[in-house]
């Protein structure tokens, strides 16, 4: 699904021409091998987060990023795959989905939908696009995985079920284990 929330299109209109096209990163925007800002997010409490505070409360500093949204129809399906990724991986990396909020939803919302799919991967907010907007992210699923310096070490899809590719996964675990990313960036999907 097309990030196409007011606050996205807002943030497109702020920064002006070259805001993501399908599988590039915009002009200007933090591209793989870059040293990300240290950006904030928003937990579902309302607690302002940084990149470095997500990268701490992990063992290996590794962050993984999924723009999601409860609303998404290419989102749906997703939930099990992040699920699954968080359980294999979520104590040595932060696996989050980052809702940009392109639908609208409310905190309490998405509570009540991971509650409902039995979901307990943690979500944090881009309520403004301003994530989205830094890394030139135009579609839902595209995904961010940082390396325990903060450096965006891969962007694109989560996965490729009908390849059985798994991009996210790989990188984290690359990652976490201090190797390199085989694959560093995909078209995105959504």
């Given at each position: ?8 299109a ?11 096209q ?8 933090v591209?793989v ?6 950006f ?8 302002t ?5 997500l ?48 639908g ?7 509570v009540?939908?991971n ?9 944090v907010?881009?309520a ?43 990188a ?19």
């Open positions: 699904m097309r990030l196409a929330g007011t606050a996205l807002l943030a497109a209109a702020l920064a002006g021409p070259g805001l993501a399908e599988g590039r990163a915009a002009a200007g925007a591209k091998g870059d040293k990300a800002p240290d904030t997010v928003v937990d579902l409490n309302g607690k987060l940084r990149l470095s505070e990268r701490k409360k992990s063992k290996t500093g590794v962050v993984s990023l999924t723009f999601w949204c409860t609303i998404c129809s290419s989102c749906r399906g997703m939930e099990a795959r992040l699920e699954s990724l968080h359980r294999e991986r979520g104590e040595e990396a932060g696996i989050y989905a980052l809702d940009a909020n392109a609208g939803e409310t905190p309490a919302q998405i009540a939908f509650r409902k799919n039995n979901l307990t991967f943690p979500v907010l881009d403004r696009g301003a994530v989205a907007n830094l890394f030139g992210v135009g579609a839902t699923t595209t995904t961010l995985v940082f390396d325990r310096e903060g450096v965006l070490r891969y962007r694109g899809r989560f996965d490729d079920p009908k390849a059985r590719a798994n991009y996210a996964a790989d984290v675990k690359s990652l976490a284990a201090g190797e390199p990313v085989a694959i560093r960036q995909t078209a995105p999907v959504g």
